[in-house]
Every structure is written in structure tokens, then in C-alpha cells.
């Protein structure tokens, strides 16, 4: 097994020089022991420590590369444990004894399949050639073969047609799968002097594992493993087996990646290929060979190879840019939306129903719908004049009819006032209806009205400078005057702010809600007013207050939710959760203290590390994300990720109790098996004596509305005893919420009484 970063750690020399280009010495080794650095990397590690390691640490799969793809490389059995390397590829296969007719049909056949699908081109990548015993006819279906520019796997146990075969396709550098027990001294001689991979066969494994053997002692390790056996059944269980013994048993002699021949498995009969096709490409089949490849097995193969070989933890994104649809053109309009991969794929198929030519602009929003990129700052009137500056949106299109989605209609005076020679008009709420929508030529009257809308150009404000301090008393002069209401009847409570029990940050005070959403708009303080009071009469310590990027008035919509929170709840401590850093200094300009320092929601260790030096600037507390460009793999790059942000935060003079570190919950649904390592992570926060917190409730998300306290409740319960010090909740579950409370009495972190649930 793949040694641990600790273990790497005890050989490095622990100067924390950052020559490597890592801060740290135990990042450096975390990094290693993930396969994200080679361990030479370190300029004062021992060559003993590296003769040590470097096995050690290399992929207990070995990675090997034909015609410009890798293959292989992996080091989980399950999808779930981490994430698949490298995806499968598929293969046809042709044959000797076909006639040239047979073979160019075949030929014509797969070249018609080729495609791009989420930014990824799909096609058939290999052509098996299988020798029927005529030398000459081998090398001529290889060199056919060759000239449509796909990888060929040489399929023969004759060394002297190999030889044929290798001359007449030249350099293109070929699999060889011939390898067998009988002659494998030859092929390997004829595979590495053309520097070419070698496929190895045998009647069964025990003979495939001593010729790989026999092979290695020969010094070549440039394999594939042909586990194509007598029956389904018997392949089915060699491809296991030898993924199995691999990466579970640590025998690395089968460590090399897989090839299936599906074209002697089941010749003429397509629907059984296909269906074992979808086996092998999740059960483990580098290499799948198949007789006949058209769209109709292609679509599905095609989009399960996508979906298994995509890291679940990162989410489908297309590639930003212009999509032109139905044959647009740049006279045509556009249509704006994110790149998250399903968005996509429902906004284009109801724009091509729709018929009507559009230019479909795909901006970066890290792989986030509509609504969740706003909330987090990722779509926003900002990122959108980056992505046109970027893409010289303007220089490609001359039509300037911007419509956006109606569920970011509240942006659309920020967007139009960063692009102001554009019309930007609102779309539709939702993609299906689009195609009325568009068909009823509703944007090009709402583009005209915009355009006659439009001040003259002397009228327009001026840019502001984003570096420019904050003039508070400008601030505090333009927003409305504070409404106190006393009819609320909910009165913070002061609590120690040294007292060991749960922090409860109550999370529904968030503009992704719509009825907050307007009420930020319009500075409406009541249905803030009332959610705050709910949360507070339920039992929260904290209210976060998410206002979203709130690019045009962050500052002053913070400084006025701020004041209308703490002047009417006995200044109840408040968490800043926005990306406007303008506005998270805004709002702490006038935050009360009395009840608790203000939290910054929040930082991570990618983009977001300087929301730490905001903090420090502050005497804030900080919540500290363990991710960077996306949810950590493991706990030992959480734990990276949390060293790197508490030495940041340590070295601008942080306590070490003011960053409350998120290991990141993640969703139950297609990630149930990595919640242990989220509770795990947390014991090792408390072994460390760091505190931590994070969103429960995102580990409950699609799930029906009865499961979810339930399952809260019980993942609050299992942190808790693990040393989770917080959590962002909503405080109006009462079985969540009586459920903390009981565990603050277990864990002595409240004295009991009788009546402590009303407490």
C-alpha cells in the first residue's frame, strides 16, 4: 500500500525551506504521498530517504502510455474511495480473414462516431487488428489501420508476422498483444526494441502472473494484461482479480492496466457487447474491444465512461465561450448562463428546440448552477465583464442583446451598468421555457425598451475604484434608517464567549431564499427581522448573513443588516458571509462586540486564503474551508489544506482559536461512503486542539423534507462526539437543535438539570 504522508514526514529533513514550492514540509510530504509531487522534488531529502520511498510511493498500478493516451495508473477499486485516474478506452476490431469491403464498411462505420460531449472529444480511440494466421494481410489492415489515425493493438502470437506488422506501421508505436508463456522472450526483445507496450495472455491467471514475472526479470515493464478468458464469466472475475491483487494485496505483478476483448466473447451478438461494454468500463477494462461501434452504442458507453471517469468530487463544467446554436451567427443575440455541465446541456437543448439562432455564452462559474454561483460570488456583474473582456465577447459579436437567466434577474442593473453597450434583458426562470420565450421574439421587445431606456452618456456614474478605502460615513449615510421593532419577543441572551458548548450558527438568513432575496433588494427589514427572531427564540448562538456577491451595494446592504440585526436583538453576534470583502470590512466597521467577535464566512486555502488576512486585520474569527479548487480527496489533503491556513493565519498574529476549520460535509446521496472521512477529519481538528464547523446540513441535500432532520440529527450527534465545535444549522429544527443539547450534557460541556432542553 501507498505509504502515508506522516510516515514521508519522519525522512524529510523538516527545514520548511519552500524550494519545493510548498510552505511546508508536512504539506510537501502530504503531497507526495498523494502522487501530486515526486518526492525528488525536495532538494535536502537523504538519497537514502528517497531509494526508500520512491517505490514506495509510485501508484501500485503502473501508469503506461500509447498513442498520447495513459492507461492505468489507478489506485482504488471503488469510484467513491477517491476518484478513477485514468478513463477506459474503447477499441474495434478487425480481422485477417475480412475482405477489404468488410473492413472499409467497418472502418467507414466507426469514423461516423466522433463527437464532442461536455468538452470531450468521443470517439474510437484503438483499432484491435487480429492475425488469422497470414503475415502479409496482418501488416496491411495495420497499416489501414495506422492511416485513420487511431491507436492500433496488434493482436498475434507469431512473432515473425508481429515483425510484419511493426515494420508496415512504422513509428506510430502500437500495443503488441502477444506475450504468452511460449514465446514471451521474443515479443519482448521485438516490443522493446520498437519500443512498443506488450499485451500478455495466458490460459489463466496463474499463467498470466508468472509470464508477467518472467517479463519484468527481463527488465520490461511496459505491459498490458490481456484478461479475456473462455467465457464471460471467467473474464468477468480475471479483470477483478487482477485489479484486486493490485491495489488490495500489493502485488504489483499485476499492476498494469486491463485489455477485454469483447469481439471473441460474444461475436454477432451487438446487444450483449454493448451491455458487457458497460460492465468492463466500471469493472475493469482499460482497454474495451468491441466488434461494431455505432451511435447507438456509443451514446450510452460513451456517457457512463464520462460520468464514471469524473471525479465526484468536483462537478461536470463545459468549457467557457461562445456555443453558437442553430446557426447563429455574430448578428444573432446571445443567451448568458454558468458552466455547470447539466445547465448546460438543458439551456442548449431548449435553445436548439427553440430553433432560434442564439450564441449561448458560457462563463466560468466553477461548475455551479445559477443560483449557487451568485450566492458564492462566482457569477456575478464582475465575473461576466472578465469573461467578456477575456473572451473579446464584444469583438466577436456584433448583435447587443444580452439575455440572462431570470433566476439572476436581481443582477441584471449590475450587469448592464459593467456592460454598458450591451441591452441586457431578463430570461426565463427556468430552460423549458425558453423555446415560447424565444419563438414569440419577447427578448427583442425587451432589448428595444432597454435601449430607449439608456441615459445619455455624460449621464453615466462613475467607475468605482474596487481599491478605494470605504468612506463609512457615506455609508452609513445612505442607508435607510434603522427600523426597531418590539413585537419580536426575542432577546439575545448573553453567552461566554469561553464556554465549551456547541456554537449554533443559524444559516436562514440567506438571499438564496427568495423572500430574502427581495427583502435585501429593497431594504425591507421585516422578513429579515422575523427570520432572525425565530432563529434566535430556537437557540442560536450565531446568525450568518449571507447578502450574496452584492456587487453594487455589498457595503452598505451589510452595514444596514448589521445594525438592523444588533439593534434589534441585543447585538446577537453575526457571521459575514458574503464574497464582497468591501462589504465584510463594512459590516465589521460597525459590528458590536459584546457578545462575541465577527466571524468572516469564509476562507480556504485556494482563492479565498486573503479572507484570513481580513480576519487577522480584524480581531475576526474566520471559517477556514479545507479545499482549494475543490473538495479534498482525503483527510491528508484536508489536512494540507487546514496547516497552510492556520500557519497564514498564525504568522498575521492569529490566535489559533479564531479559525474555526470546515472539514466540508458532503451530500449523503452518491457520497455515502465518504462521511466517516469527514468525521474523521474532525477528531483529528480536536486531536489537534482546533476548533471546527461547517454546513450540516448539506449532508441531507435531496433528501425528502421527513429524512432530513433525522439524518441531521444523527450526523450532528456522531461530530460532535468526534469534537466538532460548531456547526451552521437551521436553529428552527427542533430535533437537531435538542439533540445538541443533549450532547453538550454527555459531553460535560453543560451542567445538567432536569429542564435542560428549555434552556
Not at 258 to 268: E, Q
Not at 339 to 345: E, P, V
Not at 371 to 397: N, V
Not at 660 to 689: C, H, Y
Request: aromatic share 6%.
Amino acid at each position: 500500500m501507498a505509504v502515508k504522508g506522516l510516515d514521508i514526514f519522519k525522512l524529510s529533513p523538516k527545514k520548511n525551506c519552500k524550494e519545493c514550492g510548498v510552505p511546508t514540509c508536512m504539506a510537501f510530504c502530504m503531497k507526495v504521498a498523494q502522487g501530486a509531487l515526486p518526492i525528488e522534488k525536495c532538494p535536502y531529502m537523504s538519497d537514502e530517504a528517497i531509494a526508500l520511498l520512491s517505490e514506495a510511493t509510485a501508484p501500485p498500478m503502473k501508469a503506461i502510455e500509447v498513442g498520447g493516451m495513459k492507461l492505468g495508473g489507478e489506485t482504488v477499486m471503488m469510484r467513491h474511495e477517491k476518484t478513477f485516474v485514468n478513463r477506459n478506452r474503447f477499441a474495434v476490431s478487425l480481422c485477417t480473414c475480412m475482405d477489404d469491403a468488410a473492413v472499409d464498411a467497418k472502418l467507414a462505420e466507426m469514423k461516423a462516431v466522433d463527437y464532442e460531449r461536455i468538452g470531450e472529444r468521443e470517439y474510437v480511440e484503438f483499432l484491435l487488428v487480429h492475425d488469422g494466421g497470414d503475415g502479409a494481410r496482418l501488416a496491411d489492415l495495420c497499416k489501414k489501420a495506422a492511416a485513420t489515425e487511431r491507436a492500433v493493438i496488434i493482436d498475434t502470437d507469431s512473432v515473425d508476422n508481429a515483425k510484419l506488422a511493426l515494420a508496415a506501421i512504422g513509428d506510430t508505436k502500437p500495443v503488441l498483444n502477444g506475450a504468452n508463456k511460449d514465446n514471451y522472450e521474443a515479443m519482448s526483445a521485438l516490443a522493446v526494441e520498437a519500443g512498443v507496450v506488450l499485451g500478455v495472455k495466458g490460459a489463466d491467471l496463474a499463467e498470466i502472473h508468472d509470464t508477467v514475472a518472467a517479463l519484468e526479470k527481463l527488465e520490461n515493464k511496459n505491459l498490458v494484461i490481456d484478461v479475456t478468458g473462455a467465457t464471460i464469466k471467467e473474464t468477468f472475475a480475471n479483470a477483478v482479480l487482477v485489479r484486486r491483487t493490485a491495489l488490495k494485496d500489493g502485488d504489483r505483478t499485476f499492476g498494469y492496466p486491463s485489455l477485454v476483448n469483447l469481439a471473441k466473447l460474444c461475436h454477432g451478438d451487438v446487444h450483449m457487447e454493448t451491455a458487457l461494454a458497460a460492465l468492463f468500463t466500471m469493472k475493469y477494462g482499460s482497454i474495451v474491444v468491441m466488434e461494431t461501434m455505432r451511435y447507438a452504442e456509443a451514446l450510452p458507453l460513451y456517457g457512463l465512461r464520462q460520468n464514471v471517469f469524473t471525479d465526484p468530487q468536483k462537478p461536470m463544467k463545459v468549457e467557457p465561450g461562445i456555443y453558437p446554436i442553430n446557426g447563429a451567427t455574430p448578428d444573432d443575440p446571445c443567451a448568458l448562463t454558468v458552466d455547470f455541465a447539466l445547465t448546460y446541456f438543458l439551456v442548449s437543448g431548449e435553445l436548439e428546440r427553440s430553433k432560434v439562432p442564439v450564441n449561448l455564452l458560457i462563463t466560468d462559474a466553477s461548475g455551479m448552477s445559477v443560483l449557487t454561483a451568485w450566492a458564492a460570488g462566482k457569477f456575478s456583474s464582475g465575473s461576466i465583464k472578465k469573461f467578456f473582456d477575456e473572451y473579446d465577447i464584444a469583438g466577436k459579436i456584433n448583435n447587443r442583446t444580452l439575455i440572462i437567466p431570470g433566476k439572476a434577474a436581481v443582477m441584471k442593473g449590475d450587469i448592464q451598468d459593467k456592460l454598458p453597450d450591451w441591452n441586457v434583458v431578463v430570461g426565463t426562470r427556468e430552460a423549458v421555457e425558453l423555446v415560447k420565450y424565444l419563438r414569440d421574439g419577447e427578448y427583442i421587445k425587451a432589448a428595444e425598451a432597454v435601449a430607449a431606456s439608456k441615459k445619455p452618456a455624460e449621464e453615466k456614474k462613475e467607475a468605482v475604484d474596487a481599491n478605494a478605502p470605504l468612506d463609512f460615513e457615506k455609508i452609513a449615510a445612505s442607508i435607510p434608517a434603522i427600523k426597531i421593532r418590539d413585537d419580536l419577543n426575542a432577546h439575545y441572551k448573553q453567552r461566554d464567549p469561553e464556554s465549551p458548548k456547541f456554537v449554533t450558527i443559524g444559516e436562514r438568513i440567506h438571499c438564496i431564499s427568495p423572500v430574502i432575496r427581495e427583502a435585501m433588494a429593497t431594504f425591507n427589514p421585516d422578513p429579515i427581522l422575523e427570520r432572525a427572531a425565530q432563529q434566535i427564540k430556537a437557540g442560536a448562538t450565531y446568525l450568518d448573513v449571507n447578502i450574496g456577491p452584492a456587487e453594487s451595494n455589498g457595503p452598505e446592504l451589510m452595514t444596514w443588516a448589521v445594525k438592523l440585526l444588533q439593534e434589534n436583538f441585543n447585538n446577537v453576534p453575526l457571521a459575514l458571509d458574503t464574497a464582497n470583502k468591501k462589504a465584510i470590512e463594512a459590516g465589521i466597521h460597525v459590528y458590536n462586540r459584546t457578545n462575541g467577535k465577527p466571524i468572516v464566512n469564509s476562507a480556504d486555502a485556494g482563492s479565498r486564503i486573503s479572507n484570513i488576512d481580513l480576519a487577522a486585520a480584524n480581531d475576526a474569527i474566520v471559517i477556514a474551508l479545507c479545499s482549494a479548487d475543490g473538495i479534498a480527496k482525503d483527510n491528508e489533503e484536508r489536512m494540507m489544506h487546514c496547516h497552510h491556513m492556520l500557519e497564514r493565519g498564525l504568522s498575521l498574529g492569529m490566535d489559533a482559536s479564531d479559525l474555526w476549520f470546515d472539514p466540508l460535509f458532503l451530500v449523503v446521496k452518491g457520497m455515502q461512503d465518504k462521511q466517516m472521512d469527514v468525521l474523521n477529519a474532525i477528531k483529528l481538528f480536536a486531536d489537534e486542539g482546533l476548533k471546527s464547523t461547517g454546513g450540516l446540513s448539506n449532508n441531507s441535500n435531496g433528501a425528502p423534507k421527513n429524512v432530513r432532520p433525522i439524518m441531521d440529527s444523527a450526523l450532528v450527534a456522531m461530530a460532535m462526539m468526534q469534537g466538532l465545535t460548531s456547526a451552521i444549522v437551521n436553529p428552527n429544527d427542533l430535533r437537531l437543535m435538542e439533540t445538541i443539547k443533549s450532547c453538550d450534557i454527555f459531553k460535560n460541556n453543560e451542567l445538567y438539570s432536569d429542564s435542560y432542553l428549555e434552556i
